[in-house]
């Protein structure tokens, strides 16, 4: 059972701008105008597995992950899962009140031990208009968001099974993969079952195409965990529908 | 071969708020406002199947459809073509300027004439700083168009494809529908073509499932035509895939 999220405000301490001067969200804004935003924020460590939110459930916040990477997944009435998208490091989600929504369309879910910034939703209006281009750069996010989810239904549309997952596994590695000595690794732990979730087809077929991937030398793979040893050849498999 | 489109505004003659003022976009705004919102607009004509933007092509302005409808086509680079959406009358669209984007990620093209309004991106900034009802709608409206986005990656996922289908045609009687002696009509030319590609599926199946639910009563179909008899039985049909 997951432990609560803890909420680092009640410890007393202001939160310091250094959390998110680097990044590309918050470009442009000052010293005095960061402080300003972290002052409506407080910091929620949410330990792996446990909701940040849930689907359907009234918008009250919306968040900046500082640390970790969380899981958006939405349940169908019939109780299938699919993996919506991974949030990474320093990017906002749960933007509901930006777009006009008052309840989560999915649910977010700790798929490590995350930290994150957390602001009431009665502030949205406030802080985007006070700092345009904080508003600006979080509307860029949603186009991003929307370009990505089109691509995914054009994917999902045209493609066979052994592409969607080649281009699953090639996005993990742009968004979160990390150099080792065997090739780069995707950053978090990941279930045979979540890249079933990712590219709606079945842990068995994932399972029989990662395998065949592995002894062709293209990836290692272990207990909820992805190495990609030769990304090209995974391109290949990607792009190229008639050379499978 | 299309014609090309017909700029209005050469004859010289002022917008009038009428063509816009029941429009829920622009709700809450004075009629001097939307005087002032029309004045940076000019009024175009369509033909059908001519294009109102392509894919790629450098984002120069932004819509408002006043009457026909637009198909919002993807294609992939081995030339698949996917639909998007259907955008109806009075919605917003092209809307690349408020998402932080140069191009336009898909292409939109003329179902049958049309006739849109057309704002330079220029304006976008500031009409929606102006008049925030405005762009608080137009981010709502991107906001139901992520979630729309999302349902679909979500039946592509995990429905058979009986199931999309009637999905699909449902959405379209809901946004488009006409009630006529033999139910609703989709108020516009629909191919089983355009359906296979809103549905990832292929035309032989599309034709299958259509003449399938015609010998049951479900619908009637004709040359670029859908009409819905029974729209309970096609909901039954997408939502109990235990059912089938």
């Known amino acids: 059972m997951p432990t609560r999220p803890t909420?680092?405000?009640?410890?007393?301490l202001a939160l310091d701008r250094s959390l998110i001067a680097r990044l590309?969200?918050?470009?442009?804004?000052?010293?005095?105008?960061?402080?300003?935003?972290?002052?409506?924020?407080?910091?929620?460590?949410y330990p792996k597995q446990s909701a940040v939110f849930e689907q359907e459930?009234?918008?009250?916040?919306?968040?900046?992950?500082?640390?970790?990477?969380?899981?958006?997944?939405?349940?169908?009435?019939?109780?299938?899962?699919?993996?919506?998208?991974?949030?990474s490091e320093g990017e906002i989600f749960g933007v509901a009140a930006a777009l006009g929504r008052t309840t989560y369309p999915a649910s977010a879910i700790a798929a490590v031990d995350c930290v994150a910034l957390v602001w009431p939703n009665a502030?949205?209006?406030?802080?985007?208009l006070r700092f345009p281009s904080?508003?600006?750069?979080?509307y860029k996010t949603v186009g991003s968001r929307l370009q990505e989810t089109h691509t995914r239904?054009?994917?999902?549309?045209?493609?066979?099974v052994e592409q969607r997952v080649a281009h699953a596994l090639l996005r993990l590695v742009n968004q979160t993969g990390?150099?080792?000595?065997?090739?780069?690794?995707?950053?978090?732990?990941?279930?045979?079952?979540d890249i079933a979730e990712m590219t709606g087809t079945t842990l068995h077929t994932v399972s029989r195409l990662l395998s065949a991937w592995e002894e062709r030398g293209l990836i290692v793979s272990g207990r909820q965990k992805v190495t990609v040893k030769d990304p090209h050849a995974l391109v290949v498999l990607a792009e190229h529908r008639d050379r499978r």
């Open 178 to 193: 990390q150099k080792t000595d065997q090739g780069i690794e995707i950053d978090f732990p990941i279930s045979r079952q």
């Open 123 to 128: 502030l949205w209006s406030e802080l985007s």
């Open 7 to 12: 909420h680092e405000r009640n410890k007393g």
């Open 57 to 87: 459930a009234e918008a009250h916040s919306f968040f900046v992950l500082l640390d970790g990477h969380i899981r958006v997944v939405r349940t169908t009435p019939e109780g299938h899962q699919v993996i919506v998208r991974y949030i």
């Open 153 to 160: 239904v054009v994917e999902l549309s045209t493609e066979q």
């Open 24 to 45: 590309p969200l918050f470009k442009g804004l000052t010293a005095a105008e960061l402080d300003e935003m972290l002052r409506g924020a407080r910091s929620v460590r």
């Open 134 to 138: 904080f508003g600006a750069n979080t």
